[in-house]
């Protein structure tokens, strides 16, 4: 879980949420990829919010959340959207 938390947007809660649904390094993060992270962690913690999901997909890249392009950000919106409706 430590590893985790040395990726950037990474702290001790979101480490140990993504610990919960068996992501528990920074390898199987990015193997994961930050979609499916986020609907693993979403399943089992609901309130979850879009911004988890810009953290994660910070995470992957390298990059502040907050620094994302608006491509990206629109593309995970949509997403984080569609698990709503579901």
């Not at 911004?51 to 995970?76: R, W």
């Amino acid at each position: 879980m430590s590893e985790l938390t040395s990726m950037r947007n990474i702290g001790g809660e979101m480490a140990r949420k993504l610990a919960a649904v068996g992501i528990d390094s920074p390898e199987k993060l990015r193997e994961t990829g930050a979609k499916q992270a986020y609907f693993r962690v979403k399943e089992t913690f609901p309130n979850v919010c879009l911004v988890h999901l810009y953290a994660l997909e910070g995470a992957i890249t390298d990059q502040e959340y907050n620094q994302l392009s608006e491509e990206t950000k629109k593309d995970l919106k949509a997403f984080s959207d569609f698990l709503r409706r579901t």
